[in-house]
């Protein structure tokens, strides 16, 4: 539609409705890869997502440089768009909650006779579930919950879901159990666990988990920089560290390249989940501490005559660090939370990051007007320390909260199959 307007509030009304679309499919896609994901695997499949995202802002920016007409660039890149689009209609969507720990195990303990009801498994153990083809659950979506229903007739009101033996005695790997949609029904009309509607008051509940919490008010103060990255960064490197134009832009590309490289490596270090639930946050709070010392450096030592290797190599260690946190923070973010909770949760921590970048530039032009430049700069980096603290905190509850939802899967499992047997 921009390709078509005519005047200035026409192009204002477009921009809008784009950043209405994407804004509201990020947290969508975040919630639909923690059911198709388990949680050891999220922070690579975070890291994907979020270079995928930067690799597209980064197409835009070269095909917008390399047309004339303003208006042309807008019109190609939303080709791929509709065409994703008509895309996703044919894709199906995931059994919510079926990569869930709390649902695998009851699996596990439902179909291999061999463990018992006090095994204790944990996200990254190995789980040969033995079923044959055809095998059914129920999945009671409406409430997010799985309910197991082995070896008998599968109710025509319920969505039907084929399990599938997924165990590879050679590579002693088991992505899932549940692994494709049969049939889809109405729920019945007796369940008693309902979708809650998004209010005030289920929000706040949201937050009074720790880790959530936490996550969202690091975000803010981690984003401010950023902002004043994108805005002042390449004036200030020539009108006050006396750089040419050509060097100042070339602090920013190194800069983006380093984020490129950090989102990568954000996920790799996601696989210490496995380890421990701690490692991921203790990596989060420390990237952002440290990547703030060499920007640091950089905006307050390096000038003109400053070697181009030092200053690449400093830059380049600054943006690795300070993006690590980025898909590990979504991660977190999704096995902290209730499956059905997980959208609403990230898009809470979308709107305070963009709020963070936005609100920068503002923030250091009215510290500007109060302090100089430089001073102005250095109070905003301090964003980074913030997040970096708040990230260190999230390690003393991260596993308290995701054994808190798993216990109310579990108790949700337990309850929808009394419902299924007669028994409540």
Same mark, same amino acid.
């Given at each position: 539609?921009?390709?078509?307007?005519?005047?200035?509030?026409?192009?204002?009304? $477009?921009?809008?409705?784009?950043?209405?679309?994407?804004?509201?499919?990020?947290?969508?896609?975040?919630?639909?890869?923690?059911? =198709?994901?388990?949680?050891?695997? #999220?922070?690579?499949?975070?890291?994907? /997502?979020?270079?995928?995202?930067?690799?597209?802002?980064?197409?835009?920016?070269?095909?917008?440089?390399?047309?004339?007409? +303003?208006?042309?660039?807008?019109?190609?890149?939303?080709?791929?768009?509709? =065409?994703?689009?008509?895309?996703?209609?044919?894709?199906?969507?995931?059994?919510?909650?079926?990569?869930?720990?709390?649902?695998?195990?009851?699996?596990?303990?439902?179909?291999?006779?061999?463990?018992?009801?006090?095994?204790?498994?944990?996200?990254?153990?190995?789980?040969?579930?033995?079923?044959?083809?055809?095998?059914? /659950?129920?999945? @009671?979506?409406?409430?997010?919950? /799985?309910?197991?229903?082995?070896?008998?007739?599968?109710?025509?009101?319920? %969505?039907?879901?084929?399990?599938?033996?997924? +165990?590879?005695?050679?590579?002693?790997?088991?992505?899932?159990?549940?692994? %494709?949609?049969?049939?889809?029904?109405?729920?019945?009309?007796?369940?008693?666990?309902?979708?809650? $509607?998004?209010?005030?008051?289920?929000?706040?509940?949201?937050?009074?988990?720790?880790?959530?919490? @936490?996550?969202?008010?690091?975000?803010?103060?981690?984003?401010?920089?950023?902002?004043?990255?994108?805005?002042?960064?390449?004036?200030?490197?020539?009108?006050?560290?006396?750089?040419?134009? %050509?060097?100042?832009?070339?602090?920013?590309?190194?800069?983006?390249?380093?984020?490129?490289?950090?989102?990568?490596?954000?996920? &790799?270090?996601?696989?210490?989940?496995?380890?421990?639930?701690?490692?991921?946050?203790?990596?989060?709070?420390?990237?952002?501490? =440290?990547?703030?010392?060499?920007?640091?450096?950089?905006?307050?030592?390096?000038?003109?005559?400053?070697?181009?290797?030092?200053?690449?190599?400093?830059?380049?260690?600054?943006?690795? &660090?300070?993006?690590?946190?980025?898909?590990?923070?979504?991660?977190?973010?999704?096995?902290?939370?209730?499956?059905?909770?997980?959208?609403?949760?990230?898009?809470?921590?979308?709107?305070?990051?963009?709020?963070?970048?936005?609100?920068?530039?503002? @923030?250091?032009?009215? &510290?500007?007007?109060?302090?100089?430049?430089?001073?102005?700069?250095?109070?905003? &980096?301090?964003? +980074?320390?913030?997040?970096?603290?708040?990230?260190?905190?999230?390690?003393?509850?991260?596993?308290?909260?995701?054994?808190?939802?798993?216990?109310? =899967? #579990?108790?949700? /499992?337990?309850?929808?199959?009394?419902? %299924?047997?007669?028994?409540?």
């Amino acid at each position: 539609m921009v390709y078509f307007v005519k005047t200035y509030q026409q192009l204002y009304a $477009c921009r809008v409705l784009t950043g209405i679309s994407i804004g509201g499919a990020i947290p969508i896609i975040y919630s639909i890869l923690g059911d =198709l994901y388990p949680a050891s695997q #999220r922070s690579i499949v975070a890291a994907v /997502i979020t270079t995928g995202t930067g690799l597209g802002m980064g197409i835009g920016q070269i095909i917008a440089g390399l047309l004339s007409d +303003w208006r042309l660039p807008f019109l190609i890149v939303s080709i791929p768009g509709i =065409l994703c689009s008509f895309a996703v209609l044919s894709v199906k969507d995931p059994p919510r909650g079926a990569k869930e720990l709390a649902v695998i195990e009851t699996l596990h303990r439902r179909y291999n006779h061999g463990v018992t009801q006090e095994s204790t498994l944990s996200q990254s153990d190995i789980l040969p579930v033995s079923v044959a083809r055809g095998d059914h /659950i129920q999945s @009671l979506q409406n409430c997010g919950m /799985i309910c197991i229903v082995p070896n008998r007739a599968v109710d025509s009101q319920c %969505e039907t879901l084929k399990v599938k033996n997924t +165990w590879n005695p050679d590579t002693a790997e088991n992505t899932s159990a549940v692994t %494709e949609v049969v049939a889809s029904h109405e729920p019945r009309s007796f369940l008693q666990n309902k979708r809650k $509607c998004i209010s005030c008051t289920s929000t706040i509940e949201l937050m009074k988990t720790p880790s959530v919490l @936490l996550i969202i008010l690091q975000a803010a103060p981690g984003a401010l920089p950023f902002g004043f990255c994108a805005t002042f960064l390449n004036d200030y490197l020539q009108q006050q560290r006396g750089m040419t134009k %050509e060097a100042a832009t070339g602090v920013l590309v190194t800069f983006g390249a380093g984020n490129a490289v950090g989102v990568i490596v954000g996920g &790799l270090l996601g696989r210490s989940y496995k380890k421990d639930v701690r490692l991921p946050p203790l990596f989060m709070g420390l990237s952002l501490i =440290l990547g703030f010392l060499p920007f640091y450096f950089l905006v307050n030592h390096v000038g003109e005559n400053a070697n181009p290797g030092v200053i690449t190599a400093i830059t380049m260690l600054s943006g690795i &660090l300070v993006v690590i946190p980025v898909p590990l923070e979504r991660a977190i973010l999704t096995n902290v939370c209730l499956p059905q909770s997980r959208g609403r949760a990230n898009a809470l921590v979308s709107i305070v990051d963009d709020l963070g970048k936005g609100l920068g530039p503002a @923030l250091v032009s009215l &510290l500007i007007s109060t302090f100089d430049r430089q001073t102005a700069f250095n109070i905003s &980096l301090i964003g +980074w320390i913030v997040g970096g603290i708040f990230s260190l905190f999230i390690t003393l509850f991260v596993s308290t909260d995701e054994e808190r939802v798993q216990q109310k =899967l #579990r108790e949700g /499992i337990a309850q929808n199959n009394e419902i %299924e047997t007669g028994e409540a």
